[in-house]
């Protein structure tokens, strides 16, 4: 099926992204059940599961192209966005490769990849369609692209994507692309370990959470992918909700009324998968994040019903770590006049093929 | 480059000594294999005389090779079946499954030198170092402790490779460890695979050198992987006795008896296979339960954990 892409989609500003019905109908809901807490929610990133955003190793939607020029944006009013510390060359091409290789399979009428030969030294032509651009370079010869070799093709994917050298039994966050993330900061991140980078996320480190999921990753093998969903929420369709922005969108957050709910706060969840690389054996994590309004969410009845129980039982310190407190109120009292209380399947499945009309007015 | 398994063809056999032998595999359907790292291994499921064997070896093909992988097999005169049988009935043609390349002994990228101390078979990881360091320009030197009619043997995978040193058993000749590992420098990496002995007494002389433990690595070859002994599982709910093969997980075992088991990372860490455990003595290998919970008795892990007598009773 071809994409129709949607270029002229904004995420700042005048905000003109959206989705379509088919966007919304495959977005990746993150909620099986009427409460959340943290767990290793881990599995292997197969190519199926309950939304087709599972279908591909790396899914490219409608909002392609323009997340692209977002991202582009963010990256030349702030180029530390992108870092890659000394020791990561060869993961950077482990990531090119997986890349290239994955989208030009997967998608076929949008990307090509022609190689002379699979070793460093040989030719490659990488043609990327949507974005109109045709390439030819050496693999594993940084002077023959315009940017280093992760950069070069991180610009060219949605979501964001780090990179984590494993060393001494842990990970440490070598390298980053980071343009649409949930209000953290590469620039501080970069060469932390694994505990130290989880340090601020409440609650979960008192269970073990991230002691079995550290051991876990060490053991991540070649071919057999894992992903997680993770959520938050943001106020308006805005992919730069980082530390060195937040003056441009975290006022936002004071805007939200009970009548402008629908439209302004955005459900966001991140499909993070976690693939070992293979000559450098670190191990990329790229995080692609989906964003949807409570309007879209509520045209699916199920979704806006259980959004609504997850958040008025979301334990307090989830609230304010996620950055919810100011605006939550007015979001719950919007979801509470469209749940009835009916018991809803265990499962995010939509459990409709077709949309209730738009419900805000 | 999603995948579990692999076929192989055995496109080359060639003794290169009395007891070593190359084996160059290629993919059997003729197209790419996934590149790998310096230092991975594959396993081979190889046919034994009553059950077949998996076994584990270094590529010492140069990392990233998707032409064909290289390995070299020493024959164990105890051999259980897996060397014995590659050298003696393993044919040029014959097809094999494998696994994706596994690597438990990846040099350390931030290392500012690399010393690498072999022994015998133990280059073959190292081969593939030389190879990665080649072309990242990482600095480094190898030692290699073998018989001195077995120092020519490695030529071909050597040929210009710089910083490799061979040590025999003759006067003049022996490596003299605690004189190499004396003074670390700053920001050296030791790696040492080769016997149990020879690595014990690598590690211990570079500990009494004073080299922090973060800067020693050796090769344990396949101690984080499934299997063990055999044994056996009643299922009580469902009422089905299965066997647990030496080289299946017991959940595995319980898939394959087509009783529904709950499982989500097949790795130990994520809990949701944890199984009630009525009778017998679990072997925990997971990373989830709590020192209390598996001291109870009364949960078990089935995608990593095994049985530590015969037989165990779960409520499935």
């Known amino acids: 099926m071809s994409i129709a892409f949607k270029p002229e989609e904004t995420f700042r500003g005048d905000y003109r992204y959206r989705n379509s019905d088919a966007a919304i109908l495959r977005f990746p809901f993150p909620f099986p059940e009427d409460r959340y807490m943290y767990s290793v929610n881990i599995e292997p990133h197969t190519r199926s599961g309950p939304s087709d955003v599972y279908l591909h190793a790396f899914d490219v939607d409608e909002h392609y192209i323009a997340e692209c020029r977002d991202k582009a944006i963010t990256l030349e009013r702030d180029p530390g966005r992108c870092q890659v510390l000394p020791h990561m060359m060869m993961a950077q091409w482990d990531t090119l490769e997986l890349l290239m290789e994955s989208l ?16 460093f030294g040989s030719l490659w032509t990488w043609i990327n369609r949507p974005l109109g651009i045709e390439q030819r370079f050496v693999f594993g010869d940084a002077e023959t692209l315009p940017c280093e070799p992760f950069e070069y093709i991180t610009r ?41 980078w989880h340090g601020p996320v409440p ?9 079995r999921a550290l051991k876990y990753l060490l053991m991540l093998r070649l071919g057999q992918p894992v992903r997680r969903l993770n959520w938050t929420m943001s106020i308006n369709p805005r992919l730069d909700t980082s530390p060195e922005s937040y003056p441009e969108w975290g006022p936002d957050r004071a805007s939200v009324t009970p009548a402008n709910a629908g439209e302004k706060v955005h459900l966001r969840v991140e499909l993070q998968t976690l693939w070992r690389l293979p000559r450098s054996n670190a191990i990329l994590f790229p995080i692609r994040c989906y964003l949807a309004s409570l309007d879209d969410l509520a045209r699916v009845p199920k979704w806006g019903k259980r959004l609504h129980r997850v958040l008025s039982t979301l334990p307090p310190q989830l609230v304010e770590y996620k950055g919810l407190t100011r605006y939550l109120p007015a979001a719950l009292e919007w979801l509470a006049q469209r749940d009835d209380g009916a018991e809803l399947p265990v499962g995010t499945a939509a459990g409709v093929t077709r949309l209730n009309a738009p419900v805000s007015g | 480059m999603i995948g579990q398994t692999l076929r192989l063809k055995v496109a080359a056999l060639t003794d290169i000594a009395p007891s070593l032998r190359h084996v160059r595999l290629v993919a059997a359907d003729g197209g790419k294999l996934p590149p790998a790292a310096a230092g991975a291994h594959i396993q081979l499921v190889l046919a034994g005389p009553g059950r077949s064997f998996r076994n584990a070896y270094s590529l010492v093909s140069r990392p990233g090779a998707r032409d064909a992988w290289d390995i070299i097999v020493r024959r164990v005169p105890t051999s259980r079946g897996g060397s014995a049988y590659i ?29 690498m101390i072999a022994g015998g078979i133990g280059i073959t990881p190292f081969l593939s170092y030389l190879a990665d360091f080649a072309m990242s320009g990482g600095e480094h030197a190898l030692h290699v402790c073998c018989r001195e009619e077995e120092k020519d043997v490695f030529a071909p995978w050597l040929a210009g490779r710089s910083g490799v040193a061979f040590h025999w058993d003759a006067d003049g000749h022996r490596l003299d460890s605690p004189a190499l590992l004396a003074a670390p420098p700053a920001g050296t990496h030791l790696y040492v695979c080769g016997q149990a002995a020879m690595n014990d007494e690598g590690i211990a002389a570079a500990a009494a050198a004073g080299w922090p433990a973060s800067h020693v690595h050796c090769e344990h070859f396949g101690a984080a992987l499934v299997g063990g002994a055999a044994f056996r599982a009643f299922l009580a709910k469902s009422g089905i006795e299965v066997q647990v093969g030496e080289d299946e997980s017991l959940l595995d075992a319980i898939e394959r008896a087509g009783v529904a088991a709950p499982c989500l990372c097949r790795g130990g860490a994520c809990g949701v296979c944890a199984a009630p455990l009525l009778e017998g003595e679990a072997e925990h290998r997971d990373h989830f339960l709590s020192p209390a919970e598996r001291n109870a008795g009364r949960l078990i892990m089935p995608c990593v954990s095994r049985a530590k007598g015969g037989r165990l009773v779960l409520d499935l």
């Not at chain 1, 060219?156 to 649409?180: E, H, K, P, W």
């Open chain 1, 203 to 211: 609650l979960a480190h008192q269970t073990g959470v991230f002691e």
């Open chain 2, 87 to 115: 050298h003696e009935a393993l044919q040029a043609g014959d097809t094999l499954e494998a696994s994706w390349p596994g690597n438990l002994f990846a040099p350390v990228r931030t290392a500012r030198r690399h010393l």
């Open chain 1, 104 to 119: 030009s399979a997967d998608y076929p009428a949008l990307f090509s990849l022609t190689k002379e030969g699979d070793d």
């Open chain 1, 156 to 196: 060219q994917a949605q979501g964001d994507f780090a990179i984590c050298d494993q060393r001494d039994d842990n990970l440490y966050m070598d390298a980053g692309m980071v343009t649409s993330q949930a209000d953290w900061s590469l620039e501080f991140d970069v060469g932390m370990s694994f505990m130290e």
